[in-house]
């Protein structure tokens, strides 16, 4: 689990740094959660899904209070 664990981390912050830590407009937005489902594939149905999830709605949040 440390492994997997260890693997969203940096999954979840490669998709923010590919994002820049900026607002977005419609069109990224739409390919930001687009790359955000398709990381979502890969650890559902795995014990790791719960915590990328919640990172991911964490980094949801944040982009949406930009």
Do not use: H, P
Request: charged letters at 30%.
């Amino acid at each position: 689990m440390k492994n997997t664990a260890y693997e969203i981390f940096v999954d979840v912050w490669r998709l923010v740094c590919r994002y820049q830590f900026q607002r977005m407009d419609a069109i990224e937005w739409k390919a930001f959660i687009d790359d955000a489902d398709r990381l979502m594939k890969r650890y559902r149905g795995t014990d790791g899904e719960t915590l990328f999830r919640l990172l991911f709605q964490a980094v949801q949040t944040f982009y949406e209070r930009l």
